[in-house]
């Protein structure tokens, strides 16, 4: 068999129902297909197709975690039937199987996420399920690794509304604390400190601009009458 990504996993990977991770399998010739079927169907969860247009189809209905391509594949290439599934389906684990080493095969199996190893269809069956094997281990991993991504980005979310949240309440008391401290606590009218820093701004803007200020004192009697100075 070729290389590729495939490697071995941590001990984890034992506690793995592999036959939860279904497979595809593309193989035109109903002899082959058949045989690996027999030898891999007790393992695995293993679905076939027989031409390049099914597995397309069958791809876009269903839910599959490794695809494994038999050469040769009528009317396309299988590496080239692999690679077009990177962008529609690019959580996928990709396998090849082929007669013997191909220089493109082998360059395609370096390129992380492009093809994840080849098989020489000389391969016994150990070495073809062990690969299989590691590729839902792979696939598994994967999965578990966009979960944790999608909860670390809902829990961030949930952080920045919390956050946004207390920010609102800070700023709501800091606003409210300024109103006490420029208001009068019993009748809530601005109180001499208010005055004093309005007063100041005003004259400064008066003397900015060139303008005259004018100051009004009204003086409320216990008996009603306003008595105004100037």
């Known amino acids: 068999h070729g290389g590729g990504e495939g490697k071995s996993l941590s001990s984890?990977?034992?506690s793995i129902n592999h036959r939860a991770y279904p497979v595809l399998l593309l193989e035109s010739e109903?002899?082959?297909?058949?045989?690996?079927?027999?030898?891999?169907?007790?393992q695995f969860s293993l679905e076939t197709a027989t031409s390049a247009e099914e597995t397309s189809r069958r791809l876009e209905m269903e839910l599959f975690s490794v695809l494994i391509v038999s050469e040769p594949v009528p009317g396309t290439s299988g590496l080239s039937l692999l690679e077009r599934t990177v962008a529609t389906h690019p959580h996928l684990?990709?396998?090849?199987?082929?007669?013997g080493a191909d220089?493109?095969?082998?360059?395609?199996?370096?390129?992380?996420?492009r093809l994840y190893c080849w098989i020489a269809r000389t391969a016994s069956p150990v070495d073809v399920a062990l690969l299989i094997r590691r590729a839902i281990e792979?696939?598994?991993?994967?999965?578990?690794?966009?979960?944790?991504?999608?909860?670390?980005?809902?829990?961030?979310?949930?952080l920045h509304g919390l956050v946004?949240?207390?920010?609102?309440?800070?700023?709501e008391f800091a606003q409210r604390q300024m109103r006490l401290a420029i208001?009068?606590?019993?009748?809530?009218?601005k109180n001499h400190r208010h005055f004093q820093e309005r007063w100041r701004r005003e004259v400064?803007?008066?003397?900015?601009?060139?303008y005259t200020v004018a100051l009004m004192m009204i003086d409320v009697s216990t008996n009603g009458v306003a008595t105004t100075k100037r």
């Open 138 to 158: 792979s696939a598994a991993l994967h999965t578990q690794s966009r979960l944790l991504q999608a909860e670390l980005a809902a829990k961030n979310d949930e």
């Open 103 to 113: 220089p493109k095969v082998a360059a395609a199996a370096q390129v992380p996420g």
């Open 93 to 99: 684990v990709r396998m090849l199987l082929v007669d």
């Open 12 to 14: 984890g990977a034992d």
């Open 30 to 42: 109903p002899r082959r297909s058949d045989a690996l079927v027999k030898v891999l169907g007790k």
């Open 204 to 210: 400064r803007r008066a003397n900015r601009y060139g």
């Open 183 to 189: 208001s009068d606590g019993l009748t809530g009218l």
């Open 164 to 171: 946004e949240e207390r920010t609102q309440q800070l700023r």
